[in-house]
């Protein structure tokens, strides 16, 4: 019986609790200057960001949250020496689609389609138009929506995922023909305005003076 009490009371060592301080507090110590060095770390690391590369970031932060948009002047009303108006702007509305937005873009034709909002003519010009377009850029549907087809295109929008409804201003003269050959015209830009012309002056306008006083102004 004694045998077997001294042989369990050998297989149990005595604890050392001056090593386990000692461990203990060495594993502390490791713990605490590792966790000093990533603070430096940190630190470093935002002064970096915040001081080193301000300027840097601040562009950046700019950019994602200042929009520039080019917005185009109006031209210049034309009047005769009594006064008389002869070349004024008008409001139209455009209806106009943004493809990468687009869900279905098929689909989305067919529904417009059906609001007789567009007609198989419009599509065909508008297939047309995206063409070598980038699928970002608005294109445009149709001109000239009526009232009634910009009220209607406001109740069932929800349905046209990027599409959208753009008020844009055209020239209109009150003595038509009469007088074209003076006031001249205004239109679209071709491929040769586009040679001739700064290009940064036309980007909120797809229109230009082509003859006579128009293309003065």
């Known amino acids: 019986m004694l045998k077997n009490t001294n042989h369990i009371r050998s297989s149990f060592a005595f604890k050392d609790h001056r090593n386990e301080k000692q461990i203990l507090a060495s594993r502390s110590m ?12 940190l630190l470093s690391r935002g002064w970096y960001l915040q001081v080193i590369r301000y300027d840097d970031f601040q562009t950046r932060s700019n950019n994602n949250r200042i929009s520039v948009q080019s917005v185009a002047p109006n031209r210049g009303l034309i009047y005769d020496r009594n006064g008389v108006l002869l070349a004024e702007n008008r409001s139209i509305y455009s209806l106009e689609i943004i493809p990468e937005q687009a869900t279905n873009l098929e689909q989305e034709l067919h529904i417009m389609r059906g609001l007789e909002l567009i007609s198989d003519e419009d599509i065909l010009r508008f297939k047309k138009r995206l063409k070598g377009k980038r699928r970002f850029k608005s294109v445009v549907l149709r001109t000239r929506l009526s009232e009634k087809e910009v009220a209607i295109f406001s109740v069932n929008g929800h349905q046209l995922k990027g599409v ?16 074209v050959h003076a006031i001249g015209s205004v239109r679209q830009i071709n491929d040769q305005d586009l040679k001739r012309i700064d290009q940064s002056n036309y980007k909120a306008t797809r229109y230009i003076g082509k003859v006579g006083l128009e293309k003065i102004l």
């Open 30 to 41: 490791f713990a605490f200057v590792v966790v000093i060095i990533l603070m430096m770390v």
């Open 164 to 179: 959208h409804i753009e008020a844009r201003l055209v020239r209109y003269y009150p003595f038509g023909k009469k007088i």
